[in-house]
C-alpha cells in the first residue's frame, strides 16, 4: 500500500490544486489512502499508542512546522550561505521565469508537499502549482508541478528541492517494492535509525508514503535494548530489570524492546516479562517460525537483520509482526528528477 500525503492546498480530487501562494500555509497534516480520493479517507494524526498494540499504525508526531522549518532553514544555509551568486550574478533583479518539475524515471513520488514549504522560505513570492501528489506512481515524461516567480528565487531553491525529493522518491519506491513482496502476509515493514544526519525527517516521512511504518524516530521515543546493551548489562533479564528501575526513578513511560539472538533468549525476555516487542536478530526462516511460536502472541515480534529482497517474503510467511529493513534508508537508489525552465 502506497500512502498519498497531502495539505490541505494539495487537492487529491481530480488531481487539481490551487496554487500556492504567500501566506497560503497550513500545518494539519492528512493522510489518504489510496483505495479511497475524498474526506472519508482521512486518518487522524497522530495516532495513539504506535509500539503498544499488534498492528503499528503510521504517526507523523515529528512532522511538525517547527521541525521542518529547522530543516529547511539548515539545509538553506549549508546551500546558499551569504548568496547565489551565480544568480545574482547572472540574473537581473526583476527577472520573471517559470520552470516545471520533470520525472525522467519510474517510481512512487514523494516530496511534493515538502517543495512548496523550501520554496516559501527562499521566497514567500513563488507560486508553486502541483499537479501530482505524494504517493502517486510516475513514469518518464511526468510533470510534477510548476513553479514560477522571481528567476533567481527559482534557481536558488531549485538544488535542496530537487536533493530532497529525489532521494524521498526512491526511498518510497523501495518501500513499496518491498511492500509488495509481502502481499499476503500479516507483517508490517519497519524502517530504522539507519538514516542520513540531518536528513532522518524526510526520510522516515519516505517510507511512510511508499506504505512503510516508521519505528522509533530517535533514541528519546523508544527503549530498543540490542545486543551490547545486554552484554554490556549482564544478560536479558538484568537489561530488562535495569531499564523498569530507570523508567521508574525518571519518571518516564517508553515502551521496551528486546533484542534476541537465539531461542533461549526468546525464553529468557519471556520469562522477564515486561517488554513490549521481541526483536528477533539475524534468525533464519525456520528459527523464526520457532521463535513466533514460543512468544505465541504475547508479544509483537520484530524480524532484522540481513534481510533482502530475496528473503523477505519467506521472513513474513513465518508469521512475524514486524520486519525492519535498514536498506530502506541507506541503500537506496535516488528516482531522477529534473527542475527544467518552460
Not at 538514516?195 to 522509533?216: D, S
Amino acid at each position: 500500500m502506497v500512502h498519498h500525503w497531502s495539505i490541505p492546498w494539495i487537492s487529491r480530487k481530480n488531481n487539481k490544486a490551487p496554487a500556492l501562494q504567500a501566506g497560503a500555509f497550513s500545518w494539519s497534516f492528512i493522510l489518504f489512502s489510496p483505495a479511497q480520493n475524498d474526506e472519508s479517507a482521512v486518518l487522524s494524526q497522530p495516532l495513539e499508542g504506535p509500539y503498544l498494540c499488534g498492528v503499528q499504525t503510521p504517526s507523523t508526531a515529528y512532522l511538525t512546522p517547527e521541525a521542518l522549518t529547522t530543516f529547511i532553514r539548515t539545509a538553506l544555509a549549508e546551500d546558499v550561505g551569504d548568496g547565489d551568486h551565480s544568480a545574482l550574478a547572472a540574473i537581473p533583479a526583476d527577472a520573471r521565469n517559470r520552470a516545471h518539475l520533470l520525472v525522467k524515471g519510474e517510481g512512487i513520488l514523494a516530496g511534493m508537499a515538502l517543495a512548496p514549504l523550501i520554496f516559501q522560505e527562499v521566497d514567500p513570492s513563488l507560486v508553486l502549482t502541483p499537479l501530482l501528489a505524494d504517493g502517486d506512481r510516475v513514469k518518464h515524461g511526468d510533470i510534477a508541478f510548476t513553479v514560477e516567480g522571481p528567476a533567481r528565487s527559482i534557481l536558488t531553491g531549485e538544488r535542496l528541492v530537487l536533493n530532497c525529493m529525489q532521494r524521498m522518491s526512491g526511498i518510497a519506491t523501495y518501500t513499496a517494492h518491498l511492500n509488495n513482496l509481502l502481499a499476503g502476509t500479516k507483517a508490517k515493514m519497519l524502517d530504522t535509525r539507519k538514516t542520513t544526519p540531518n536528513f532522518r525527517i524526510c526520510e522516515k516521512w519516505a517510507v511512510l508514503i511508499g506504505g512503510g511504518v516508521n519505528h522509533r524516530y530517535g533514541l528519546f521515543d523508544m527503549i530498543i535494548l540490542k545486543d551490547n546493551h545486554v552484554d554490556y548489562a549482564g544478560g536479558i533479564g538484568a537489561a530488562i530489570a535495569a531499564t523498569h528501575a530507570y523508567l521508574e526513578k525518571t519518571g518516564r513511560q517508553l515502551p521496551i524492546e528486546i533484542e534476541t539472538r537465539s531461542l533461549d533468549e526468546v525464553q529468557q525476555a519471556l520469562d522477564a516479562g515486561g517488554i513490549d516487542r521481541i526483536m528477533l536478530d539475524n534468525m533464519n526462516p525456520e528459527q523464526l517460525r520457532e521463535a513466533v511460536a514460543l512468544v505465541a502472541g504475547r508479544y509483537p515480534t520484530e524480524a532484522s537483520g540481513g534481510i533482502t529482497e530475496q528473503t523477505i517474503a519467506e521472513i513474513g510467511r513465518t508469521g512475524v509482526d514486524y520486519i525492519s529493513v535498514g536498506a530502506l534508508t541507506h541503500s537506496v537508489k535516488s528516482l531522477d528528477l529534473s527542475l527544467k525552465a518552460y
